[in-house]
């Protein structure tokens, strides 16, 4: 089992004081007022069992516009504990797919450019934000390296090459999870840049494909 079990870890309250940090720190901003006055009303425990919904992918509808804000201080809270952590300390979980410190799925995986792992594909957790090998050509789901697509957004099919990101789709499994290369875009962001690519997800939803891993920072069918 790896060592932040998402699902089984005993949070500290600390979680719930980062969140409030992450709330003022925005409020001036003056945007997503109500969602942030409701986290703000709420209990710890009601917190709590808010985050415990998120990590377990059954967040509902209607406290989709709180989950981007009850995310960015889950992935606080497990990004400084993640960083606590020794390499050699770690093994792989018995499902390579899933991050070897908290067990979450990747939120994206990104295709290193210098050094000795340039080319390497490494997966990206979209909670603690570890990144782990996996092979490329292979799929980020079930592991299958036969009937793999990717996707980009270009209206000609020789110019998906020249994206910085695709979406890598699995049609034994029928799940997809983009891919970044940090060759055409060494600055790329996992996180952030996943979420500015919504319209690639769009993409796949179309063609029949459910994405395979999360982002924290967004619930489905709220804009």
């Given at each position: 089992?790896?060592?932040?079990?998402?699902?089984?870890?005993?949070?500290?309250?600390?979680?719930?004081?980062?969140?409030?940090d992450i709330v003022e720190a925005m409020a001036p901003l003056g945007r997503?007022?109500?969602?942030?006055?409701?986290?703000?009303?709420?209990?710890?425990?009601?917190?709590?069992?808010?985050?415990?919904?998120?990590?377990?992918?059954?967040?509902?509808?209607?406290?989709?516009?709180?989950?981007?804000?009850?995310?960015?201080?889950?992935?606080?809270?497990?990004?400084?504990?993640?960083?606590?952590?020794?390499?050699?300390?770690?093994?792989?979980?018995?499902?390579?797919?899933?991050?070897?410190?908290?067990?979450?799925?990747?939120?994206?995986?990104?295709?290193?450019?210098?050094?000795?792992?340039?080319?390497?594909?490494?997966?990206?957790?979209?909670?603690?934000?570890?990144?782990?090998?996996?092979?490329?050509?292979?799929?980020?789901?079930?592991?299958?390296?036969?009937?793999?697509?990717?996707?980009?957004?270009?209206?000609?099919?020789?110019?998906?090459?020249?994206?910085?990101?695709?979406?890598?789709?699995?049609?034994?499994?029928?799940?997809?999870?983009?891919?970044?290369?940090?060759?055409?875009?060494?600055?790329?962001?996992?996180?952030?840049?996943?979420?500015?690519?919504?319209?690639?997800?769009?993409?796949?939803?179309?063609?029949?494909?459910?994405?395979?891993?999360?982002?924290?920072?967004?619930?489905?069918?709220?804009?």
């Open positions: 089992m790896p060592p932040l079990n998402a699902t089984m870890h005993a949070r500290s309250s600390t979680w719930t004081r980062d969140l409030h997503a007022r109500e969602a942030l006055a409701t986290v703000m009303s709420r209990s710890a425990p009601e917190l709590d069992e808010a985050a415990d919904r998120l990590l377990a992918g059954a967040s509902t509808d209607e406290e989709g516009a709180e989950v981007p804000f009850i995310g960015a201080a889950l992935q606080v809270y497990f990004g400084r504990l993640a960083a606590t952590l020794q390499v050699e300390d770690l093994e792989q979980c018995d499902v390579p797919t899933l991050c070897p410190v908290c067990g979450s799925r990747p939120v994206a995986s990104v295709v290193r450019a210098v050094g000795s792992k340039a080319g390497l594909r490494y997966l990206v957790c979209g909670l603690c934000a570890t990144e782990w090998n996996l092979p490329r050509i292979k799929c980020s789901y079930c592991e299958e390296d036969r009937g793999l697509q990717y996707f980009g957004l270009e209206a000609a099919e020789a110019r998906i090459g020249s994206a910085s990101w695709r979406a890598e789709a699995c049609d034994e499994c029928r799940t997809y999870l983009k891919i970044f290369y940090q060759d055409k875009d060494p600055q790329a962001d996992p996180v952030a840049d996943d979420l500015a690519s919504l319209v690639l997800d769009m993409l796949l939803d179309e063609r029949g494909y459910s994405r395979s891993g999360p982002n924290f920072l967004f619930h489905p069918g709220t804009g």
